[in-house]
């Protein structure tokens, strides 16, 4: 049977993520409140935002950084895009 959970992202009922993405609250967190589709829509947008800006994940400012725009995507709340991005 697959979870429902009340998408916090695209704010209506949706399946939920099959396990929770990282370890510890922030993972549970997002498990709670993101649905399956939103948490696809993010890792196709955190590629895009590593590609575009030529982030190097072994520097921690980066991470950091990827970590507060996952949370402002996931929030529905204004997050970084690459320069001439246009959604479709």
Request: overall charge negative.
């Amino acid at each position: 049977m697959v979870r429902l959970v009340n998408c916090k992202k695209l704010k209506k009922e949706l399946p939920g993520l099959e396990g929770p993405p990282y370890p510890g609250p922030k993972g549970e967190e997002i498990f709670l409140n993101v649905s399956q589709q939103a948490w696809d829509e993010w890792l196709e947008h955190q590629k895009m935002l590593i590609n575009e800006g030529q982030l190097n994940l072994m520097d921690r400012e980066s991470r950091k950084w990827l970590n507060t725009q996952m949370e402002l995507f996931l929030s529905g709340e204004e997050y970084a895009k690459p320069e001439g991005y246009r959604p479709e």
